[in-house]
């Protein structure tokens, strides 16, 4: 009994100690002043503030909107990624699950640096095509490892039985598989939005004129390499 109580007494300092810096700016979100640790009275001037600043509002605006593609993109590459590699042999599959592992495993700025490198290195302009690339690669790989389990747990013999009913693949694949799997492309696509919205580093490296330094740097060190 004893060590229960230690036991979950542990966890909840953990976790007031992990949450106390959230919770304590929370609270001093509601007051008008702008300094942690100031509080004048109880208001919400702060947050009519952010909505009445342009370049917080259109910086959420095109959040949304890259968070929202990419997700899409991301699920409907996934979702079929992962349907054909079920589907094929186990060769395949291995290979497929191991490359797909390789963005899941990497560091975000592992992944930022090489996008930035190769766009760079074939004179792709920094665009919204660059950021949204970015953010596929990123987001993709979970999708796909949220749709394999629901296939595996799919009964093999429906799509076969679907396909000895009259069904051509693609309607089998539509009103049969699909449905099945569902629950792992929803749960894929919500997890791709919540990655996207939280990124920082790939945004960075990948947007309009994504860390110009970098891309100096090595248009500088090519130019010097050509003359």
Do not use: C
């Amino acid at each position: 009994m004893v060590k229960k109580i230690l036991a979950k007494s542990y966890i909840y300092l953990i976790l007031l100690i992990v949450y106390a810096p959230i919770l304590l700016l929370i609270a001093y979100s509601f007051t008008d002043s702008t300094n942690i640790g100031t509080w004048n009275d109880f208001s919400f001037k702060l947050y009519s503030d952010i909505f009445k600043n342009e370049e917080i509002m259109e910086a959420l605006k095109n959040t949304i909107i890259v968070a929202i593609s990419a997700s899409i993109v991301s699920t409907v590459l996934g979702t079929l990624g992962a349907i054909g590699v079920y589907y094929s042999k186990a060769r395949t599959r291995e290979i497929v699950n191991g490359i797909g592992q390789i963005p899941v495993l990497n560091a975000e700025i592992v992944t930022a640096i090489s996008l930035t490198i190769l766009f760079v290195a074939f004179s792709i302009e920094f665009n919204f095509i660059t950021l949204l690339i970015g953010h596929v690669i990123l987001t993709l790989p979970f999708v796909y490892l949220n749709v394999i389990p629901k296939l595996k747990q799919m009964d093999p013999n429906i799509y076969e039985a679907a396909l000895d009913l009259g069904a051509t693949p693609k309607k089998a694949l539509w009103s049969v598989v699909l449905p099945e799997i569902m629950p792992g492309v929803a749960s894929g696509f919500l997890l791709s939005i919540t990655l996207s919205l939280d990124d920082y580093i790939i945004t960075a490296f990948t947007r309009n004129n994504s860390f110009s330094t970098l891309s100096t740097y090595i248009y500088g060190a090519t130019a010097k390499k050509g003359a």
